[in-house]
């Protein structure tokens, strides 16, 4: 895919951002391999800063570790998070690919009500790519009102839904969860190599009165160009609906994966910040 991008392309961006826009997003500044509060982890959060990221994506389950210690080392890791000045976007992994026991829904419900209490969020993103197993959007859309009922009644901080991917018909997926459910603040998309442009399209037809924030971008395979960094950010904020973009990683060809150290494509990630300021 060739993004192009022109100085009122930039200019746009810095308009908007002067008005509030927070565009710049990262996933995978840590890894699940890291230690949440240890100095690598450090590491990691300061060049997401240095560099200019505006917020981290991290995952939370209903059966991870977290959970089991009270949200303890997540709770600290979000405060490391907002101490370098990045807000937070919390995905609650749902932990099922399939439409679920009625015993589930009451078992979200009371997870969330002790996420929404113990975690500082600024953002919530319910599951990731439900359309890619096999959940029924209608019964995503349901966990999805069970979520928002309990987030909105404790937390200003918006909810994302659909976090859609690649398989199937997102386009069907997104038009039937809006059909079943408006409970939710954004729309999330998910959007990889030749797809990206119709992804885009068909998430601005489907749902058209959210916002939509790109929660994953890039290129499948580990394969992410400094070009496609530049491009995407310029060419994807052009439509005012789209308000945030999460790069996935930064890697680059022959270098390791995850590695977001002196590649280009962290370099031009630095450089579409500074010259959207």
Same mark, same amino acid.
């Given at each position: ?155 200003? =901080?918006?909810?994302?839904?659909? #976090?859609?991917?690649?398989? %199937?018909?997102?386009?069907? $997926?997104? &038009?039937?969860? *809006? ?40 290129? =499948?395979?580990?394969?992410?160009? #400094?070009?496609?960094?530049? %491009?995407?950010?310029?060419? $994807?904020? &052009?439509?005012? *609906? ?36």
């Amino acid at each position: 895919v060739s993004f192009r991008a022109s100085g009122d392309d930039l200019q746009n961006i810095r308009q908007r951002r002067a008005n509030g826009l927070r565009p710049f997003g990262l996933n995978h500044v840590v890894t699940h391999g890291d230690d949440l509060m240890g100095e690598l982890a450090g590491k990691k959060l300061e060049a997401a800063r240095q560099v200019g990221c505006q917020w981290v994506r991290w995952g939370v389950g209903m059966q991870h570790e977290d959970h089991d210690k009270g949200f303890v080392s997540q709770c600290a890791f979000v405060n490391r998070i907002h101490e370098k000045g990045i807000k937070y976007l919390c995905m609650i992994d749902l932990l099922v690919t399939f439409d679920p026991p009625e015993r589930y829904y009451q078992d979200f419900e009371a997870f969330c009500r002790t996420a929404v209490k113990e975690i500082p969020a600024d953002a919530w993103e319910i599951g990731n790519e439900p359309n890619n197993g096999r959940m029924s959007p209608e019964c995503y859309a349901r966990i999805v009102s069970i979520a928002t009922g309990v987030f909105r009644h404790s937390s200003p =901080a918006p909810v994302c839904a659909g #976090a859609i991917g690649d398989r %199937g018909n997102p386009a069907d $997926y997104m &038009r039937r969860l *809006r059909a079943a459910t408006d409970q939710f603040d954004i729309l999330s998309i998910h959007v990889y190599g030749a797809v990206s442009r119709q992804r885009v399209r068909e998430a601005l037809s489907a749902v058209p009165d959210k916002p939509i924030w790109i929660t994953e971008c890039g290129w =499948a395979g580990g394969v992410f160009t #400094a070009a496609a960094v530049k %491009g995407a950010y310029t060419e $994807y904020l &052009r439509n005012p *609906r789209i308000e945030a973009i999460f790069w996935y990683c930064m890697s680059d060809p022959n270098l390791p994966a995850l590695s977001i150290w002196g590649t280009p494509a962290w370099g031009a990630y630095a450089e579409m910040e500074t010259k959207t300021r």
